[in-house]
């Protein structure tokens, strides 16, 4: 099983990007999926999370500002962010809750700058 996100780009501050983690196989499905982020400096942090029935929790720092949310269907779990910020500057990485050592993969670069 891979994960692979993409979606990442430069923004300027309240601008929105829509993250997005395919994984290969149907594992995704039955398990909980969170999105990390890690800016230069800084260790990675769970930002949001989803569990397998679909309740969501969110990092303090983005709530009301970022959503998760999956298709079991097609085995892809999503991140919309609005509301940008030049701290939400990181690469985003999408792994399981608790996060695998094995899975994490080459994450997305999001930049929020003017």
């Known amino acids: 099983v891979q994960l692979v996100e993409s979606g990442g780009g430069s923004v300027q501050p309240g601008g929105s990007l829509r993250l997005s983690c395919a994984a290969s196989g149907s594992i995704l499905r039955i398990n909980a999926m969170g999105w990390y982020r890690q800016a230069p400096g800084k260790q990675r942090e769970l930002v949001a999370s989803i569990a397998s029935r679909g309740s969501t929790n969110y990092a303090d720092s983005v709530k009301g500002r970022f959503t998760i949310s999956r298709d079991n269907a097609k085995n892809t779990v999503y991140l919309q962010m609005n509301s940008l910020k030049p701290e939400d500057t990181a690469v985003y990485y999408c792994?399981?809750?608790?996060?695998?050592?094995?899975?994490w993969g080459q994450g997305t670069q999001v930049t929020v700058s003017s």
């Open positions: 792994n399981f809750v608790p996060a695998w050592d094995n899975y």
